[in-house]
């Protein structure tokens, strides 16, 4: 058919031409593909790298962006058929609320990126919150209550009071303003084509590009500037680097188009409105497509890991699994979640140290095991934490892990009846209130920022188990932790090896906490921080083990002895299921690709 040679003249004819198609085709294509992605996220939605991306935000920007992509895509097609009025509707307010969702959105990165910072810090020791004191006037409270609100929620209420002033300036510029209501009578006796022309360039359209201009410009600048030491595994920096990127030619471009007669011959083909759609179009790809190719790379990645784990056990079958120990159980996800014992702990063959001649495949698929993430939280956990916290933001998993093994150690170590196999009342007590604490800043979605992934059940059961003990509208303080209170002679001697490079990034506060550790090439996993590590572990007194292994919880005060009955089901497993869900998403996770970028550094991984 070609092309209509008058392109798009406002006239009462359709555009029908190979170019309208392609536009129809083109936006059509992209409808499904786009919503095919997004149905691809909501099935994976339970995924922990999807849960921080926070979905629904991401999906409302998408839909509201779409909304006006579709409009001016079929804007060459529909001619002088869409009323001037509802296109300055639609681009007065679903592109500015797409675009500050996706700003809200990606905001995500850096608030993520903060409260993984503040889990490390709250593992230190140490308090990322500043301390309230009182403000005499009623200003300066308000003002300090802003100032310690996150800064996600800051912006939350920034981009909607700017979208509550967008809508009012939208409602009073259409209501004064005659021509985007259809009477064209200040423009003399003209034609139907020449009005609909004409209404579209009226400077009372400007408003409606400020959010594309600002986000291009301004947000998206001063938002890169906030992440440039940020260097995740999710490709979320580079989501946003794109978005900037492509969004800075649009709005100066729909400008020029609509208010440049040197555009004419351009604007009968290409609308201004299309200036836009390139960056609209990278927003929404980097918004879907990143992480459904993540979701696709880590489905890879856990079928890899789990022919490695097969093909290590079928080998230590085959060989008699050296070394006495069980080795690894059937590395089956709902086994792994449902199970109370992954691997035994005295399995050690898998954690000898690497020799020179040991095949970097045979090595990669030991490091890949079970018993080397067991190895590495037993010998030294805060390499992987802070790889954790500052590229997978996925400390809360790591931490959860060591503060089960730390409460473990403790049902160890506790006094028990004599000729029996019981704990003593008060051991029992204090082992629930430091169950209540794990359970707090960890699982429970109310009293904590970052919940651990677990499956429904799991977290159902440990709520009937706990929830009753966590007095209502208390939180855990951030700076609270599980303190071991048993010491053990041989972890004072220590001595260090040269930095690695995951080392040289890390605090010193952080990097200095090792276990006792030997010669050894291998320095994430050597027998003599193990023998440190799990070594005899020596019984406080009762009365200190009071004041330094539970700190008095609110659910155990006169207040809330009610709530600090210990319900049934509380016993040494309480956390055995939890812990193995974890344990199998931070093994298939975290744990692979913490491996991975030790291996590309030639001084090991920690």
Same mark, same amino acid.
């Given at each position: 058919?070609?092309?209509? =040679?008058?392109?798009?003249?406002?006239?009462?004819?359709?555009? %029908?031409?190979?170019?309208?198609?392609?536009? #129809?085709?083109?936006? +059509?294509?992209?409808?499904?593909?786009?919503?095919?992605?997004?149905?691809?996220?909501?099935?994976?939605?339970?995924?922990?790298?999807?849960?921080?991306?926070?979905?629904?935000?991401?999906?409302?920007?998408?839909?509201?962006?779409?909304?006006?992509?579709?409009?001016?895509?079929?804007?060459?097609?529909?001619?002088?058929?869409?009323?001037?009025?509802?296109?300055?509707?639609?681009?007065?307010?679903? +592109?500015?609320?797409?675009?500050?969702?996706?700003?809200?959105?990606?905001?995500?990165?850096?608030?993520?990126?903060?409260?993984?910072?503040?889990?490390?810090?709250?593992?230190?020791?140490?308090?990322?919150?500043?301390?309230?004191?009182?403000?005499?006037?009623?200003?300066?409270?308000?003002?300090?209550?802003?100032?310690?609100?996150?800064?996600?929620?800051?912006?939350?209420?920034?981009?909607?009071?700017?979208?509550? $002033?967008?809508?009012?300036?939208?409602?009073?510029?259409?209501?004064?303003?005659?021509?985007?209501?259809?009477?064209?009578?200040?423009?003399?006796?003209?034609?139907?084509?020449?009005?609909?022309?004409? *209404?579209?360039?009226?400077?009372?359209?400007?408003?409606?590009?400020? %959010?594309?201009?600002? %986000? #291009?410009?301004?947000?998206?600048?001063?938002?890169?500037?906030?992440?440039?030491?940020?260097?995740?595994?999710?490709?979320?920096?580079?989501?946003?680097?794109?978005? $900037?990127?492509?969004?800075?030619?649009?709005?100066?471009?729909?400008? #020029?188009?609509?208010?440049?007669?040197?555009?004419?011959?351009?604007?009968?083909?290409? $609308?201004?409105?299309?200036?836009?759609?390139?960056?609209?179009?990278?927003?929404?790809?980097?918004?879907?497509?990143?992480?459904?190719?993540?979701?696709?790379?880590?489905?890879?990645?856990?079928?890899?890991?789990?022919?490695?784990?097969?093909?290590?056990?079928?080998?230590?079958?085959?060989?008699?699994?050296?070394?006495?120990?069980?080795? *690894?159980?059937?590395?089956?996800?709902?086994?792994?979640?449902?199970?109370?014992?992954?691997?035994?702990?005295?399995?050690?063959?898998?954690?000898?140290?690497?020799?020179?001649?040991?095949?970097?495949?045979?090595?990669?698929?030991?490091? *890949?095991?079970?018993?080397?993430?067991?190895?590495?939280?037993?010998?030294?956990?805060?390499?992987?934490?802070?790889?954790?916290?500052?590229?997978?933001?996925?400390?809360?998993?790591?931490?959860?892990?060591?503060?089960?093994?730390?409460?473990?150690?403790?049902?160890?170590?506790?006094?028990?009846?004599?000729?029996?196999?019981?704990?003593?009342?008060?051991?029992?007590?204090?082992?629930?209130?430091?169950? $209540?604490?794990?359970?707090?800043?960890?699982?429970?979605?109310?009293?904590?920022? *970052?919940?651990?992934?677990?499956?429904?059940?799991?977290?159902?059961?440990?709520?009937?188990?706990?929830?009753?003990?966590?007095?209502?509208?208390?939180?855990?303080?951030?700076?609270?932790?599980?303190?071991?209170?048993?010491? !053990?002679?041989?972890? !004072?001697?220590?001595?260090?090896?040269?930095?690695?490079?995951?080392?040289?990034?890390?605090? =010193?506060?952080?990097?200095?906490?090792?276990?006792?550790?030997?010669? !050894?090439?291998?320095?994430?996993?050597?027998?003599?921080?193990?023998?440190?590590?799990?070594? =005899?572990?020596?019984?406080?007194?009762?009365?200190?083990?009071?004041?330094?292994?539970?700190?008095?919880?609110?659910?155990? !005060?006169?207040?809330?002895?009610?709530?600090?009955?210990?319900?049934?089901?509380?016993?040494?497993?309480?956390?055995?299921?939890?812990?193995?869900?974890?344990?199998?998403?931070?093994?298939?996770?975290?744990?692979?690709?913490?491996?991975?970028?030790?291996?590309?550094?030639?001084?090991?991984?920690?």
């Amino acid at each position: 058919m070609g092309l209509n =040679p008058k392109g798009r003249n406002w006239g009462t004819l359709v555009n %029908w031409d190979d170019l309208a198609k392609f536009y #129809a085709g083109f936006i +059509l294509a992209w409808t499904v593909i786009l919503y095919a992605g997004v149905t691809w996220l909501i099935y994976n939605r339970h995924l922990a790298f999807i849960k921080i991306r926070n979905l629904p935000l991401a999906i409302a920007s998408v839909t509201s962006l779409h909304i006006y992509l579709i409009k001016i895509f079929l804007a060459y097609t529909t001619n002088g058929h869409f009323p001037c009025a509802a296109e300055f509707w639609i681009m007065s307010v679903y +592109l500015p609320c797409g675009i500050a969702l996706f700003q809200a959105n990606l905001m995500q990165l850096k608030s993520i990126s903060e409260q993984q910072k503040g889990l490390l810090l709250e593992e230190e020791g140490g308090s990322n919150q500043d301390v309230d004191v009182a403000h005499p006037s009623f200003a300066s409270r308000w003002w300090s209550r802003w100032t310690h609100l996150p800064g996600v929620k800051r912006t939350y209420i920034l981009i909607a009071l700017g979208m509550t $002033v967008q809508l009012i300036v939208t409602g009073i510029l259409y209501a004064t303003t005659p021509t985007l209501q259809g009477d064209w009578a200040s423009y003399g006796h003209i034609s139907h084509a020449k009005g609909q022309a004409l *209404c579209r360039k009226s400077q009372q359209w400007i408003p409606s590009a400020f %959010w594309q201009l600002v %986000w #291009a410009w301004v947000y998206g600048p001063y938002l890169l500037f906030g992440v440039r030491n940020i260097t995740d595994t999710h490709s979320w920096k580079l989501q946003v680097m794109l978005s $900037v990127i492509s969004g800075l030619p649009g709005a100066p471009l729909w400008i #020029a188009a609509v208010f440049s007669t040197a555009f004419k011959p351009v604007n009968i083909w290409w $609308v201004p409105p299309m200036w836009l759609a390139p960056g609209i179009i990278v927003m929404q790809l980097t918004t879907v497509f990143f992480p459904v190719y993540e979701i696709w790379k880590s489905s890879s990645q856990m079928r890899t890991t789990r022919a490695i784990l097969n093909h290590w056990e079928e080998q230590r079958a085959g060989g008699g699994g050296g070394g006495g120990g069980r080795g *690894c159980e059937s590395i089956d996800q709902h086994h792994l979640a449902a199970s109370s014992s992954i691997i035994s702990s005295g399995d050690t063959s898998l954690m000898a140290p690497s020799t020179s001649t040991e095949a970097p495949s045979r090595r990669h698929r030991q490091l *890949c095991s079970m018993a080397s993430l067991e190895k590495a939280l037993a010998v030294n956990p805060y390499p992987l934490l802070y790889f954790a916290a500052t590229k997978d933001f996925s400390a809360e998993h790591v931490l959860f892990l060591i503060q089960v093994r730390r409460w473990r150690q403790a049902c160890d170590a506790a006094p028990r009846i004599e000729n029996e196999n019981a704990l003593t009342t008060s051991a029992r007590a204090r082992l629930f209130s430091s169950a $209540v604490e794990i359970y707090t800043s960890r699982v429970n979605h109310k009293s904590t920022e *970052c919940p651990i992934n677990i499956e429904a059940k799991i977290r159902r059961d440990l709520d009937a188990i706990f929830s009753p003990a966590v007095p209502t509208g208390h939180l855990v303080e951030k700076n609270e932790k599980i303190a071991v209170g048993f010491t !053990s002679e041989s972890q !004072s001697q220590s001595h260090f090896q040269p930095l690695s490079p995951i080392q040289q990034h890390m605090p =010193p506060s952080t990097r200095t906490r090792h276990t006792a550790r030997s010669n !050894s090439e291998d320095t994430l996993f050597d027998e003599a921080a193990t023998a440190a590590i799990e070594g =005899p572990f020596t019984f406080t007194h009762p009365s200190a083990m009071a004041e330094t292994l539970f700190k008095p919880h609110p659910a155990v !005060s006169p207040l809330g002895g009610a709530r600090a009955i210990i319900r049934p089901g509380f016993d040494e497993h309480v956390f055995d299921a939890a812990e193995a869900s974890v344990k199998y998403l931070v093994l298939t996770n975290t744990w692979q690709k913490f491996v991975k970028f030790g291996e590309h550094n030639t001084s090991g991984l920690v």
